[in-house]
């Protein structure tokens, strides 16, 4: 059945995820304007450029329009006490589809039991990124040539890291792959995740050694430890726990890669040179994979 | 003769406000793109994120581009001194049409005096909205079939409220329309609005009790009373004098509205089910209309 | 050798000067849409809301698209520790050419060392501001008839104004210029500026009196004093040292000119008609031009 919208990863099932990264790969190098006349709002209650702007860029290049907010919560009416559900029912009727990203969990499931139009959750709180979980698994399949069989370590912030939860939702629906879990003492999964996981019949380990599992695996996802989440004395021990250099990227099978949500700081410090030309490092192209998942999102939704 | 810029209610007779309904009836379901090539400068000196949106769709299903700022008050050239004139003067040469909202009353005058281009008044600080007034008048000709021969009443913050002001002026050019006024004591329309209604053969009363009157109108104007305006005890004690909910609505007429500017906070309190399939709850069809005069109105400025 | 990126004025030869102009010359009243499907992201992290409306509404009527965010700062990863490098890589997938402002001298250069598509400078802190160098001396060109054999005075603050900076660099390309600089104690001219004029042999001399200048210039480049720069009293005294009004403006010869990069504040005190008729007063059509230029310069560098 198709989606009328994407408000977490579980909802997407292996043929709606290889619809949406086989129309990717054709609207990649494609010049035709499906969505032309069309209108996306990006409706961002907490600023994330980079989020943003690909879903503008994704949009213009299919021929739509973008209207926009990038501080809704300071310049809205919700400011005045209007709902979220009020928003987006007037929202609603000046366009086609509505990108949300807010900063309480749930927000998107709210917006959707409202809205006449499609709703993307683009990051809502401690919840869900839907959207990054496609691209950094659309990169797996483009990168590694597959997304069974495989072994992923997932590393950094797994507490509150959004972009681990849901990408651990979509690992879920493959088969033979294994996840290694690395984090800092309390940043570690939560239950609800390895719930799901074993589920779904998803091996998965908690480690603590890094470079030890290096050299085993087929994708390191790193994560950012956000600063916010710690006092300022823990954030300066923690943020240097595990770490990528050019010393222990070399620890990496040759087709192995290495993944990150981006923004880094300073749990990846490599040259770059090394950024540049060793291509095991992913991350870049992970980043323009969000366009090309974002046009396929985009007109699957519209179409 | 026809407008230049739109800068208050007043300045709309009765041909030029029906030329711009039919327009926006013809818009509505039209795919022309009259204003290709043309562009909307929304330039927002205090953010309102629907009003500019609304504006934004509406140039762009008319073919036409946007530029724009939500915070010019502190992102422009206003926190270096310079003046609102030579803002629009230079802002002029970049666009065809500007939308000024600020929090100056009077502002949109002084900008047509020095515009090269067409001005509309977006909202001015104590002053008008007559882009809201417009809307709301043509819900009231959609919704109850004519304007002439209507009593509608008018609730909440009328001393503050631009929307009712601007809202009377127009009903001021109708016939045999009756307005009853009801808000909290100090915040009832001024003498300013009442001598307007006077001159132009409006009928209208002061009453205290809502539910007293919701059997006799066509259309109830609910207002927001703005928190800003009061201490946070009175606010308390003001927000909930008058309330619309799923008792009182039904002491309207079957064929009566209720219009509200929207954002609404307490003064509406009913049930969402209620919102979607009462008829009589017009508000969110209020807020869409907003976006058919819009593209009637860029289009018939720009011509 | 055409350049991939604009960073500052000294990369700019008389040949690629005049191959802009040119350009500006006949994209002005043309309706030819070369940069159609092209996507602009101004990446602004700092506001500039003339800068930044200028650029978008160029790109728009070359019909092209556009990508913005107006406060990178406070708005992008980042406030997250992400590096300037790595938004650029990013972006660059998400848009064809960028417009950078930053509050940060050499941010330009950074950015361009690590972008796959061309960066234009749209303002780095007390560094350059080349396109704004450019659409003065697109000025002169166009209302003075020629650059070489030029006298022309620059006013106010000569120290801090990157606007001079830039102009200085682009005039040490032509031949027979004069410059007269005219400012208050402590914002005089900087040695690197001299030298750079000494070496390209223009005569210029440091003056203290303007309105023994003004009958002999052909050009007065009028610049504020930015408050920021000194304390409050010295603000009060320094701000009106140096002054244009009705009376001084009639010092100037019939064809001079009077440009300002805008806005202007005290130091330019002229009633708007005679501004308006006042064919000597050139800084609207100034601010008009920067479309004209920034148009050439996207169409040059995308081409």
Request: with cysteine; proline share 3%.
């Amino acid at each position: 059945m198709k989606l009328k919208h994407l408000i977490e990863s579980q909802q997407l099932d292996i043929e709606t995820i290889f619809t949406i990264f086989k129309r990717a790969d054709e609207l990649k190098n494609s010049t035709v304007k499906p969505l032309t006349g069309k209108i996306l709002a990006t409706l961002f209650y907490e600023p994330s450029t980079r989020t943003r702007l690909s879903f503008e860029s994704a949009m213009l290049r299919l021929g739509g329009y973008v209207i926009s907010t990038e501080n809704a919560k300071e310049f809205s009416s919700a400011i005045k006490g209007e709902s979220l559900q009020d928003t987006i029912r007037i929202v609603s009727s000046y366009a086609d589809i509505i990108v949300l990203r807010h900063f309480e969990e749930g927000s998107s499931k709210i917006a959707a039991s409202v809205s006449s139009i499609p709703i993307i959750n683009g990051g809502d709180g401690g919840g869900q990124h839907p959207t990054q979980a496609l691209l950094d698994l659309y990169t797996i399949w483009k990168e590694i040539g597959r997304v069974d069989n495989i072994v992923i370590a997932m590393v950094g912030d797994l507490k509150y890291g959004r972009t681990v939860r849901s990408l651990c939702y979509l690992l879920g629906k493959f088969k033979n792959v294994k996840i290694i879990f690395i984090s800092p003492e309390n940043f570690s999964i939560k239950d609800d995740i390895k719930e799901y996981l074993k589920k779904h019949n998803i091996k998965f380990e908690e480690q603590t050694n890094l470079n030890k599992h290096l050299p085993c695996v087929d994708v390191v996802y790193m994560t950012r430890i956000q600063e916010e989440r710690v006092s300022a004395e823990e954030y300066q021990n923690i943020k240097i726990v595990y770490k990528i250099t050019k010393e222990n990227l070399n620890l990496l099978k040759e087709n192995a890669r290495l993944l990150h949500p981006l923004p880094h700081v300073g749990e990846i410090d490599l040259p770059i040179e090394i950024e540049q030309t060793d291509r095991r490092v992913a991350y870049f192209r992970q980043a323009e994979n969000g366009l090309y998942i974002r046009m396929a999102l985009l007109s699957y939704l519209l179409e």
